[in-house]
């Protein structure tokens, strides 16, 4: 038979691609502290995606601003990948893979194919999570079958290369029954485990649980990649009303002539708005007597300091939430009136949104002046941004109440990334040990227990409060810890700026 098509022969490349990623993976994370080895990956995995997409991106792109989008993730991707080598915050940590992997597979939805839903509409976040949910296993046999394939191609071209792809592919079949049935064996028998055991540090020098571990992960990771990008390469697209449907010069789907959604009536509305604002009003007007005055020492009669601060915190919190919810429905979902309703549609959520304002002012004092108090925790520090992040989707509310020529989605959703990356950026651990210190030189009050549960971005602010303060033993028991912990991430994958830093 003749030679693969080049097609074909991609596709080959591919699958061998995704084995050396799988390889690759397994050597920078089975047993490895995170570090370096997460910008490398990742960086590794966009090369297999390109090399995969070659001459498949761009074209036609339905939904504007789509593939723009796309783009503009690499920094938000960028950035969350080299936090994990440059901080040691344990949330992070946690938080930034499950972040990294819905970034990047939003993004390479967007690369590989920008006209399938418009970024921004929930539609698009249900077909995000049946992309890597569902879509991936629906092709399991994809990379078997290109083996196969291969296998056949080079039937009768050269007898050797034959005999060999046709080995090679019953050793891939055979794999997965091998090592059921060495685990079985191993389980039954001391002495062959002794002797898998001694084959496993022969060959990775590990025992063979790490090397059942690290193959169970290449093969793992090698074929859901694979199917990944089988499934990006070959969607099923739902074409025939495309050229039907019309599109806004923004770039959304024309309501069909007939087809009106259900909205509030204007007056009804209007009411609404109108009592809740009332409420509103007496509220900030109260809120901004207490604030200035309790900035002051006048705390209301009765009221102990600690008391003031802690109460209505999260009340008003919820109640911000709630706010952004009606103006949703304010925007969207009222009814279009004479002018003069309409007017007074703008009024009223404008005047909701100022209100808004002032109750994350008064919450965000609230949380201040407990924190004099009580010293300062990550999610304290965690709720003050949360705060701040609200108070800016306000602003922008406020002005898509009277600017409504761009989509309110498309700004949070970008806002919403943005304050994520900037959050991780803000080194949460270090600033908390900052202020608890400054409090300490104040008040003389300090958490030692707390002081010592942070990551080691806070260690060189203790280090400091250690030489000022060498009777305080915990300090230096809190740096031994910080420094053994940088003794045993000694494998280059998991090198950390924050840890190197303790290093002797």
């Not at 399991?140 to 039937?155: I, K």
């Not at 919810?325 to 309409?342: D, N, R």
Request: proline share 4%.
């Amino acid at each position: 038979m003749r030679d693969p098509a080049p097609w074909q022969r991609r596709y080959n490349n591919m699958w061998i691609l995704s084995v050396l990623l799988g390889v690759l993976g397994q050597y920078l994370f089975v047993s490895r502290p995170a570090g370096v080895s997460v910008p490398i990956f990742v960086a590794l995995f966009y090369v297999l995606f390109f090399y995969a997409m070659k001459g498949r991106m761009g074209g036609f792109d339905r939904w504007r601003g789509q593939s723009r989008m796309g783009w503009f993730l690499f920094a938000p991707v960028a950035l969350l990948s080299m936090t994990f080598v440059l901080f040691a915050n344990d949330l992070f940590r946690f938080l930034n893979p499950l972040a990294l992997f819905i970034l990047i597979v939003a993004q390479t939805m967007l690369l590989a194919r920008g006209g399938s839903q418009p970024w921004h509409r929930p539609r698009f976040i249900l077909e995000h999570v049946k992309q890597w949910l569902v879509t991936p296993f629906a092709h399991l046999t994809a990379p078997f079958n290109t083996m196969a394939d291969w296998v056949n191609s080079r039937r009768d071209t050269n007898k050797a290369r034959s005999v060999a792809g046709k080995v090679g592919f019953g050793l891939m079949l055979a794999a997965p029954l091998l090592f059921v049935v060495i685990l079985l064996l191993a389980s039954a028998d001391g002495i062959f485990m002794s002797w898998m055991n001694g084959l496993g540090t022969l060959f990775a020098g590990d025992s063979i649980d790490s090397v059942v571990s690290r193959i169970i992960f290449t093969c793992c990771l090698s074929i859901y990649v694979f199917c990944y990008l089988w499934g990006l390469l070959f969607q099923k697209r739902k074409t025939a009303d495309w050229s039907a449907t019309e599109l806004t010069p923004d770039g959304e789907p024309k309501q069909r002539p007939g087809v009106e959604r259900e909205k509030f009536d204007p007056i009804s509305a209007a009411t609404v708005l109108v009592c809740v604002n009332i409420v509103y009003v007496l509220f900030a007007a109260i809120q901004f007597t207490y604030l200035f005055g309790a900035a002051e020492g006048l705390l209301p009669e009765g009221t102990a300091y600690a008391e003031y601060a802690r109460r209505g915190f999260t009340e008003l919190v919820i109640v911000a939430l709630i706010n952004i919810g009606v103006l949703l429905v304010g925007l969207h979902f009222i009814g279009k009136g004479s002018a003069l309703f309409e007017r007074l549609r703008q009024v009223m959520l404008s005047v909701l949104m100022g209100c808004t304002i002032v109750m994350l002012i008064s919450a965000y004092s609230r949380l201040s002046l407990y924190e004099e108090i009580y010293g300062y925790t990550e999610l304290r520090l965690l709720v003050h941004g949360f705060m701040i992040f609200l108070g800016v989707l306000m602003a922008v509310a406020f002005v898509r109440i009277w600017y409504t020529r761009f989509s309110l989605a498309k700004i949070y959703i970008a806002i919403a990334i943005t304050s994520y990356v900037i959050m991780n950026f803000v080194n949460i651990d270090a600033r908390i040990a900052v202020n608890n210190i400054a409090r300490f030189e104040e008040t003389g009050k300090i958490d030692m227990y707390y002081l010592g549960s942070l990551s080691a971005d806070a260690a060189p602010a203790i280090a400091k409060l250690y030489e000022k303060y060498p009777e305080y033993t915990q300090l230096g028991d809190i740096l031994q810890g910080y420094e053994g912990e940088a003794q045993r991430r000694k494998h280059w994958q998991s090198w950390n700026l924050s840890y190197h830093r303790q290093l002797p």
